[in-house]
């Protein structure tokens, strides 16, 4: 079972990013797939979840209206576009699988850092 979330860098304050988690080893249909984030000192949060077939999708308070959050089963892959970005978005962004959003993760990976900074 793999997760590979990528796709973070460098932006300036509100700019955008495509952040992709590719994953392999479970059929990626039948789970939840969420985004959350850990930023230095602070603890972990939740972002984004899309739920399996059919898909339903959840934002925390702090990034609705800015980010979206997408799956395209055929390529095992599912998005997180993030749009008019803010410096508080700062953190490594990870991916997870879940049984279903709200319920612990069963699987993750390695994060990728987004840093929003002028």
């Known amino acids: 079972v793999q997760l590979q979330a990528s796709g973070g860098g460098l932006v300036q304050p509100g700019g955008s990013l495509r952040l992709s988690c590719a994953t392999s080893g479970f059929p990626l249909d039948r789970y939840a797939i969420g985004w959350f984030r850990q930023a230095p000192g602070k603890e972990r949060e939740g972002v984004s979840c899309i739920s399996g077939s059919p898909s339903s999708t959840s934002y925390s308070e702090s990034v609705k209206g800015r980010f979206t959050i997408s799956r395209d089963n055929r390529k095992n892959t599912v998005y997180l576009q993030m749009n008019s970005l803010k410096p508080e978005d700062t953190a490594v962004y990870y991916c997870?699988?879940?049984?279903?959003?709200?319920?612990?993760?069963?699987?993750w990976g390695h994060g990728t850092l987004v840093t929003v900074s002028s």
């Open positions: 997870a699988a879940y049984v279903a959003c709200g319920r612990p993760p069963r699987y």
